[in-house]
């Protein structure tokens, strides 16, 4: 059985860094997590008259206001098979900011009819994102969000290019500090970029078997009607 990742990447996967490798082959049947922690040297952008409205995200752990510097943060890597049997890999990213905690999740699958890794944001999964990954010439693995829709009242309505959060994500391997290292920037096309951060962290893997996952992961139940 390969990873959703495997599956999407083919024969380049094979020219990911050795660690990537190792940590994006998590697949359900593994019966592990992968728990990584780090420091987010800054986390910035979001024009400020914006700002008001990431409060609106808070609950479904997608987006938050705060910014700063070497800010912890936790990111925890879970797989699962939800009711239609497909392979799930979900992000819990957990931010300790000095009077907060803030989170940011995502739950990726792998569509078999495009080849794609399509992206549920949030505990709600009413956001969602298809991705686009390419290895980099230094092994590097580069994702990039592409057509993105909302899921209302059962229907998946999708967003003009001008809605859009357009993110980019590398993630890489350093050999001389043995850790991973990110880079997330999410902009929109009218009032450019709404949040970037980049920092560190080391990872561990740990037995985690599918019902042990933490209860806020919410599996997707329910396929939105196109």
């Known amino acids: 059985m390969r990873s959703i990742y495997e ?4 024969e380049q996967f094979q020219l990911l860094h050795p660690k990537l490798q190792e940590k994006f082959s998590l697949k359900s049947i593994d019966q592990c997590a992968i728990i990584s922690k780090g420091v987010m040297k800054e986390i910035t952008g979001g024009f400020i008259l914006l700002r008001p409205l990431f409060f609106l995200g808070i609950k479904k752990r997608i987006v938050f206001p705060e910014r700063g510097e070497n800010i912890p943060f936790t990111l925890e890597n879970y797989a699962y098979q939800d009711s239609f049997g497909r392979e799930c890999v979900v992000w819990a990213r957990t931010f300790q900011f000095p009077s907060k905690i803030r989170h ?8 078999a009819e495009n080849r794609k890794i399509v992206d549920y944001f949030g505990t709600h999964h009413d956001f ?11 092994g590097s693995l580069r994702i990039r969000s592409k057509s993105q829709r909302i899921i209302w009242n059962g229907w998946s309505i999708a967003l003009p290019a001008f809605l859009r959060g357009e993110a980019e994500i590398v993630e890489w ?8 290292k990110i880079h997330v920037k999410v902009r929109n096309r009218l009032v450019g ?3 970037e951060y ?10 985690m078997p599918t019902e042990k996952i933490p209860c806020h992961i919410k599996p997707i139940k329910e396929q939105a009607r196109e």
């Open 198 to 207: 980049h920092g560190s962290c080391q990872t561990e893997f740990v037995d």
């Open 7 to 10: 599956k999407v990447l083919g």
């Open 128 to 138: 969602i994102s298809d991705l686009e990954l390419k290895v980099t010439k230094i």
């Open 173 to 180: 391997f350093d050999e001389y500090e043995k850790v991973f």
């Open 104 to 111: 940011f999740d995502a739950t990726m699958i792998f569509n």
């Open 193 to 195: 970029t709404l949040f």
